[in-house]
């Protein structure tokens, strides 16, 4: 069974910065795509970006483009999700998940593995 634990969430300032980590087997980070996503209570799970199993493709939801990376480091089986100029609307609880998804669609496809999640605040 291969695990997902995120990390790296926490309270920020609108304007600040977060790095998300997502760890995994070698086998799930290097093989497989990996998709970010946000829950939050009024708008459900969200799609947020999505990272494809060869690292050459990545996806970035409109609300969140020009402000969020997503990329991987194989040598330490990690995807990493960099957020930065966070916004209150950014508040949700993350969540990695692999798969071998494409990353066309990738919000609605469904996902193998799932991490736990991690609570990203942003408030002054």
């Known amino acids: 069974q291969m695990q997902l634990v995120e990390s790296g969430g926490g309270l920020a300032q609108p304007g600040g910065t977060l790095r998300l980590s997502c760890a995994g087997s070698?086998?799930?980070?290097?093989?497989?795509?990996i998709a970010w996503f946000g829950r939050t209570p009024g708008k459900g799970r969200e799609g947020v970006s999505c990272?494809?199993?060869?690292?050459?493709?990545?996806t970035y939801a409109d609300t969140v483009k020009g402000r969020f990376t997503i990329s991987r480091d194989n040598a330490k089986i990690t995807v990493y999700l960099q957020m930065n100029n966070l916004k209150p609307e950014d508040t949700a609880v993350y969540y990695c998940?692999?798969?071998?998804?494409?990353?066309?669609?990738?919000?609605?496809?469904?996902?193998?593995?799932w991490g736990q999640g991690t609570q990203v605040t942003v408030s002054s």
């Open positions: 070698a086998l799930t980070v290097a093989w497989y795509g």
């Open positions: 990272l494809s199993s060869t690292g050459r493709s990545t």
């Open positions: 998940a692999a798969g071998v998804n494409p990353c066309i669609n990738y919000e609605v496809r469904p996902w193998d593995y």
